[in-house]
T-cell receptor
Framework: EAGVAQSPRYKIIEKRQSVAFWCNPI?????LYWYQQILGQGPKLLIQFQNNGVVDDSQLPKDRFSAERLKGVDSTLKIQPAKLEDSAVYLC???????????FGSGTRLTVV | GDSVTQMEGPVTLSEEAFLTINCTYTATGYPSLFWYVQYPGEGLQLLLK?????DKGSNKGFEATYRKETTSFHLEKGSVQVSDSAVYFC????????????FGQGTTLQVKP
């Protein structure tokens, strides 16, 4: 089966600019996750969707980050405006049931200068 | 709160050496435990898992045993290969309705020929 697709692979922006990341999960996977992985740290959950509804966004900095999953399939994560500390790899993952069978995408590496 | 602590890296070994990467956890409830591996330029891949106390997860020669009494899930391999060079993450999920993964900070393994 096809894996979790993410784009772009790399992005460099200046602080205060905006950026968006895209994720296409595995077909049929109802649960979609966005994780932030800062260099030297483990991934941290930003937001979790079940179909097109939000299950957990407690760690999402809502003043600058937003995410949506229209029609319960693809998802976009947006940062506006970006800060230097947002430099990280943003990982998308999907699963066919919550907490089981995770598949991660290759991630988008964001550098904010 | 729930957390995972891994031994500091990097770990540098010669080929065919014995590997141990320590992982301890703090969790409410009854967590499931995981080891993920991240090869250079690739996404996170599930290496093995254990869902209850005394379970042993194994895959590709790697093993880890869920020790509730010591709250540990140490990763071991009897004879490492150069191809095992990667970053290894210990993670947990607490039985709930979210499936959120909590990761340790990762341990880099470098195996030299």
């Amino acid at each position: 089966e096809a894996g979790v697709a993410q784009s772009p692979r790399y992005k460099i922006i200046e602080k205060r600019q905006s950026v968006a990341f895209w994720c296409n999960p595995i077909s049929g996977h109802a649960t979609l996750y966005w994780y932030q992985q800062i260099l030297g740290q483990g991934p941290k959950l930003l937001i979790q969707f079940q179909n097109n509804g939000v299950v957990d966004d407690s760690q999402l900095p809502k003043d600058r980050f937003s995410a949506e999953r229209l029609k319960g399939v693809d998802s976009t994560l947006k940062i506006q405006p970006a800060k230097l500390e947002d430099s990280a790899v943003y990982l998308c993952a999907s699963s066919n049931q919550q907490g089981s069978g995770y598949t991660f995408g290759s991630g988008t590496r964001l550098t904010v200068v | 709160g729930d957390s995972v602590t891994q031994m500091e890296g990097p770990v540098t070994l010669s080929e065919e050496a014995f590997l141990t990467i320590n992982c301890t956890y703090t969790a409410t409830g009854y967590p499931s435990l995981f080891w993920y591996v991240q090869y250079p330029g690739e996404g996170l891949q599930l290496l093995l898992k254990a869902t209850k106390a005394d379970d042993k997860g194994s895959n590709k020669g790697f093993e880890a045993t869920y020790r509730k009494e010591t709250t540990s899930f140490h990763l071991e391999k009897g004879s490492v290969q150069v191809s095992d060079s990667a970053v290894y993450f210990c993670a947990l999920t607490v039985s709930s309705n979210t499936g959120k993964l909590i990761f340790g900070q990762g341990t880099t393994l470098q195996v030299k020929p």
